[in-house]
């Protein structure tokens, strides 16, 4: 039904939204990693303190076909609705499409009217999926100006190239690919956009077949891995610039772009450095008309007793960062970043893009460290999937990568947990010893909060 | 005094056109937003109200053709229709228009994004009934009563309906787009931004009802 005001979740610019209410119900997508008998789930996590149930599990919807791999996830519309070009925003924040990371299945799941029984209202079949965009893996979901914007990681072959599909955002029907001219890009994993400058960002992981059986270490040692990101005009559809960021800085994958669309500079993540084993993150900013990208934090890994260290790592005597999802918040203030390998989360200041600082950093988790939660003991897994809520102050993380990796790091078996980190608005965070949300046999990734987070929505206003 | 009502008609939807975000103030104060500057919003203001102008001197024309060889009463029909038929669809695929992306354009596509808009929300076609009770000038009277035909030679008339309804549509999207850009800030966006695509569907099926039963 068409609404009479606009969604009240939509808000015209990312400084608005920061006054939005705080959320009450996460949703989270959870991996069953049992091949076999049951498929993945999204959940429904109470986050409202004054909630009876607040830290649990209130609610789930099941997948109806096993093995799917559920990873991110994304609205059906949000506050680009209120784009100048094509302003439309009497429509509801209501559906969450949620991939199949390894099925390329697409599900459309009603959160209305009872966010803690959302239902499934509509699923787009792979074969629909190849057959009409060309595509397969699915992975990055964001609510266009012009439509729903789905990333994938390659063709139905397994191999490349990855890209992007376009979805109606009424129908939910895929109208095909993206790309007019793609250049150079075949590796694909993230996409974000500077929508005041009509330019799309896409970034580098690998190929399914490059990933799905486990991380390769000769593609590894290689250079193999994603190591550029790619530039597109986002009116014409057309590649423009390859920023190659050197072979040794593999696997390059979540894009944040600055959420003022007057700022043209956005942070990007790097797994490793097969030079140090270190991780970094980079900036991309448009200087003199052209995009350029430079290196402005750079994380060492941690000396480890070989014994303490999967197989894979004992060779090296150290543990890995991995930095594998960072997030900005909307006041484009703070960067968090997770390192997976170390279980570190840090939160930097980077008010100046090119100078950060690192403002406050705590430890969960870890590959060797298994840092302990005060509510949920001792750890494994670590920090992974980072969201921040709309006004600044909550942090929400998950500590499962993607299943074949996982059993890589933590050959011990990911025990899966969602943990929540206060953060002060001058820097600083700390972990809140009361929110701890165990996942019994099922490993969480991405939380999208309800009312938009960190990473749901854009704006075209400052 | 009975022949002022259309052109008052003329300059009340040339109002209601201008103060739609969807047909052109909001993209003028995003624009200024982006460029940090009041002067950016002033100058997409003429290129929006032309776009939009020439989508109604397209539907002026073309009502004004079909009027030249058409009986007035089957002209009035098929418009009334037209309108019912354009207004349901409105109605049910509120967001169906040409796709556009994009901030960063110069004067010329401005003017095209606001041609599409106008044309495809139906703008021009809302106009229908005022556009056939538009009284005839002197001289295409006169030759109306000559020929039998209506319309024909009234390019004074029909330009200076054009004329009229852009004319208040831009000082509407004008004053708008100052005080949103100046004092208001788009925070108002969010509360008094009720639903005119609904609005502009039920406006725009029954000015067909009217123009069918009058």
């Given amino acids: 039904m068409p609404l009479w005001n606009p969604d009240p979740t939509f808000y015209p610019s990312a400084r608005l939204a920061m006054q939005a209410p705080a959320e009450r119900h996460a949703f989270v997508s959870a991996l069953n990693p049992k091949q076999k008998g049951s498929a993945d789930a999204i959940c429904v996590v109470d986050v409202a303190p004054d909630s009876p149930t607040y830290g649990t599990v209130v609610g789930r919807v099941e997948m109806p076909n096993e093995g799917d791999e559920v990873h991110h996830f994304g609205w059906n519309a949000c506050s680009s609705a209120l784009c100048p070009y094509a302003p439309h925003p009497h429509v509801e924040r209501r559906y969450l499409l ?94 974000a956009w500077h929508l005041g400058y009509d330019t799309l960002l896409t970034s580098e992981w690998g190929t399914p077949n490059m990933v799905e059986n486990g991380l390769n270490p000769e593609l590894l040692v290689g250079g193999k891995y994603g190591h550029s990101l790619h530039v597109w005009d986002l009116r014409k559809r057309k590649h423009l610039q390859a920023l190659d960021l050197g072979a040794e800085q593999q696997m390059v994958l979540e894009l944040r772009p600055a959420h003022d669309p007057t700022k043209a500079y956005g942070f990007v993540g790097v797994v490793v450095s097969i030079k140090d084993l270190s991780a970094s993150i980079w900036v991309w900013h448009l200087k003199n008309g052209a995009w350029a990208i430079k290196k402005v934090i750079e994380i060492p890994p941690e000396p480890a007793d070989a014994s303490k260290l999967p197989p894979a790592l004992q060779p090296f005597k150290a543990v890995p960062p991995l930095v594998t999802d960072i997030e900005l918040s909307l006041d484009d203030k703070f960067l968090y970043v997770s390192c997976w390998g170390t279980g570190e989360l840090r939160q930097y200041d980077v008010s100046d893009p090119f100078n950060p600082r690192l403002a406050g950093t705590v430890r969960m988790g870890g590959i060797v460290s298994h840092a302990p939660h005060a509510k949920g003991g001792e750890l494994n897994g670590g920090p992974q999937m980072v969201e921040v809520s709309r006004d600044g102050r909550r942090v929400y993380l998950t500590n499962s990568l993607y299943a074949s990796w996982d059993a890589q790091f933590y050959p011990e078996g990911i025990r899966g947990w969602m943990a929540k980190v206060d953060a002060n608005q001058e820097g600083g965070i700390s972990v809140d010893p009361e929110f701890f949300v165990p996942f019994e046999g099922e490993r969480p990734h991405q939380v999208r909060l309800e009312g938009g987070d960190a990473s749901s929505d854009s704006y075209c206003y400052p | 005094m009975r022949d002022a009502w259309p052109w008052l008609a003329l300059v009340l939807l040339g109002a209601y056109h201008g103060i739609n975000p969807g047909m052109g103030w909001l993209f003028a104060v995003a624009l200024g937003l982006q460029e940090k500057s009041r002067k950016s919003v002033l100058q997409a203001l003429l290129p929006i109200a032309l776009g939009h102008a020439v989508s109604i001197a397209l539907v002026v024309a073309i009502v ?87 319309g024909g030679g009234s390019i004074a008339r029909d330009a200076a309906a054009v004329l009229v309804h852009t004319a208040a549509m ?45």
């Fill in chain 1, 98 to 191: 949620v991939p199949g990371l390894r099925s390329s299945r697409l599900h459309v799941i009603d959160t209305k009217p009872d966010p803690r029984k959302p239902k499934i209202v509509k699923v787009i079949e792979p074969e629909t999926v190849a057959s009409r965009a060309g595509y397969s893996r699915l992975h990055t979901v964001h609510c266009a100006p012009d439509g729903i914007y789905v990333g994938a990681l390659g063709a139905p072959d397994g191999n490349g190239p990855g890209g992007i599909m376009v979805l109606d955002h009424d129908s939910f029907e895929v109208m095909g690919r993206w790309e007019v001219d793609r250049g150079p890009q075949q590796l694909a994993y993230d996409f």
């Fill in chain 2, 64 to 150: 004004g053709g079909v009027a030249a060889f058409a009986p007035p009463r089957a002209l009035r029909t098929g418009g009334a229709l037209a309108l019912i038929a354009f207004g349901l669809f409105k109605f049910i695929r509120p967001r169906s228009h040409p796709r556009w992306v994009g901030m960063r354009i110069g004067k010329g596509e401005l003017a095209l994004w606001s041609f599409l808009m106008a044309t495809a929300h139906g703008a021009g076609l809302m106009l229908f009934p005022v556009l056939i009770a538009l009284p005839a000038s002197a001289r295409a009277d006169h030759a109306a009563h000559l020929h039998h035909v209506a």
């Fill in chain 2, 170 to 214: 831009l000082f509407v999207m004008g004053a708008v787009a100052i005080v949103v850009y100046e004092k208001l800030g788009l925070a108002i966006l969010r509360k008094a931004w009720v639903n005119l695509d609904l609005v502009w569907a039920v406006v725009i099926v029954a000015t067909g009802v009217f123009t069918l039963f009058t």
